[in-house]
């Protein structure tokens, strides 16, 4: 596949054309991930360079197999049923129920950037809906001047993770109640004063 570019200079009537070799490799052993970072994230690619990355799947298998109730009840010993896998395994194919697995590879994906103290998380989450109805490409430059087309797989939005601890519902409810209350610590403290003197 060839593409041409032409350019140009304004009030001259000569024009150049380059052309260039574009191939679309068949063999898809690279796979070609791309990153996007949430807005209002300063990240700067100089001092990221400079500094140590790493970046791994994140392992949610415990989470999917509470959420999906795999190995609630145990296989053997005491508290386990005879024949349960074989049973649960015969309901679903009756009424067909195809059970969810776990994918490795379809975990999100958490960018480590530093290390200890001043390390610095950043969660990517697969963006769906991008890659549905278009196709984009990463194109190289070979060594004998033609271009490599590779397309783009998948897209990951990263943002930085929360590191601070948040209030469950109960706790959130008690906080909510509490809210027209305005406590001073100078009337609490005198109110403790006065009860000790009549103790006394």
Do not use: H
């Amino acid at each position: 596949m060839a593409t041409s570019s032409t350019a140009s200079q304004p009030g001259s009537s000569n024009s150049t054309t380059q052309e260039f070799t574009v191939r679309v490799p068949k063999d898809r052993k690279k796979k070609f991930k791309m990153m996007k970072f949430s807005t209002g994230n300063d990240v700067d690619f100089v001092k990221m360079s400079q500094t140590p990355i790493r970046m791994e799947r994140e392992n949610n298998y415990k989470e999917f197999k509470s959420a999906y109730d795999i190995d609630v009840a145990p296989k053997f010993g005491a508290g386990s049923e005879y024949g349960r896998e074989q049973k649960e395994e015969a309901r679903r194919k009756k009424y067909g129920i195809v059970s969810r697995k776990y994918k490795p590879e379809a975990q999100p994906w958490i960018l480590k950037i530093g290390k200890n103290k001043e390390m610095k998380k950043m969660k990517g989450v697969r963006e769906g809906t991008i890659t549905e109805n278009t196709s984009y490409y990463i194109f190289t430059q070979c060594a004998d001047g033609a271009f490599e087309a590779f397309p783009v797989e998948e897209w990951y939005t990263f943002s930085p993770v929360i590191k601070y601890k948040y209030l469950n519902s109960e706790e959130a409810e008690e906080e909510f109640s509490r809210r027209d209350k305005t406590l001073n610590l100078f009337s609490v403290m005198v109110r403790n004063r006065v009860r000790n003197e009549d103790d006394e």
